[in-house]
Every structure is written in C-alpha cells, then in structure tokens.
C-alpha cells in the first residue's frame, strides 16, 4: 500500500510509530554518550534531570526500561532541537548553534577572501591560518574531499571559542 492510499488512521499510526522510533533512538544516543558530551548539550533542567536519573541506571533489564521511559519523556519536548544541539556537540564541542554559524561563516570567508578576512579575523593572521587557509584553497579548486576544510573549520572553531 503506497502513502496515498492510506487513510487518515493509517497515517497517523505511522507518524505516532515513527515519532516514537526517532525518541527511542534520541534517548539511546543520549543514554550512551559520555559524561562530558552530555554536560555540553545545555539543555534545560528539567530534561536534564530525566535524562540523568535514566543514565544512572546500571542494570541491563531496568537500564532498558529507563531508556523506554526516557524516550516517552523525549516525545514531550523538541526532538529536532535535541538532535541539532548533540549534532553541534559532536561536530565543535558546543551546543550553541550561534558559534557554530559563526564559524561556518568565517570559514566560508577565509576560503574565498584569503589574507583579506584573515585580517579582520579575531585570532588574526598567524600560524597555523596562512597555511590552512591554502590548503583549503588548494582543496576546494582541485576538488578533493573537504579535510584541509574541515582542519580550517576546528582551527576557526578554537579560537572563536577562546575569544567568545
């Protein structure tokens, strides 16, 4: 049966199955991350205390009921904004999604602009940035995978990070 022919209730079965798929695998991740991710994901205090009393479960059978009960909690709150702040944390080690724009954009900038945005930038122009900067250059005209990118990104993310 394709999504067009479902009716109303078949539908909203499949929505209910697939919200609460995607809280059991949110509260999985969250369930098994370290302690020091999980202190960076600023949540709010109230999440933060659920998702602490279930993470201090150690049993198997109770630590798999507690990861149920933690994925029911999860339906009641922003799901996508959970995801996006453990996305930020993963990738830069912060949750606020404000540094990482800023820091996507300052990349962007150093790559097209050069030397020119390097020197408005607030770590200004010194090792490693001249030669990350050209790497990156070098990447993005030969058309190689974005790791010169990437290193240029942690390096612009460090020190947003010192000076913010």
């Known amino acids: 049966m394709s999504r067009d022919d479902e009716s109303r209730r078949q ?11 995607r809280s059991a695998r949110v509260a999985r991740q969250l369930m098994e991350m370290s302690d020091a ?11 933060r205390e659920e998702i602490e009393v279930a993470r201090r479960v150690t049993s198997a059978i109770a630590r798999r009921r507690a990861e149920r009960t933690l994925a029911g909690v999860l339906r009641g709150v922003d799901i ?13 080690g912060s949750a606020d999604p404000r540094l990482f724009h800023a820091a996507e954009k300052w990349r962007a900038r150093l790559i097209e ?18 030669q990350l900067i050209q790497n990156a250059r070098r990447e993005r ?24």
């Open 141 to 164: 005209d030969t058309g190689k995978p974005p790791g010169a990118a990437r290193a240029l990104f942690r390096h612009v993310m460090s020190v947003l990070k010192g000076n913010g």
């Open 80 to 92: 996508a904004d959970v995801q996006q702040r453990m996305a930020n944390v993963e990738a830069t």
């Open 11 to 21: 539908t909203a079965q499949r929505e209910k199955r697939q919200a609460g798929d």
């Open 37 to 47: 991710v999980f202190a960076k994901l600023d949540l709010d205090e109230e999440l």
């Open 113 to 130: 602009e050069g030397s020119a945005a390097a020197a408005e930038f607030p770590g200004g122009y010194v090792d490693p940035l001249p």
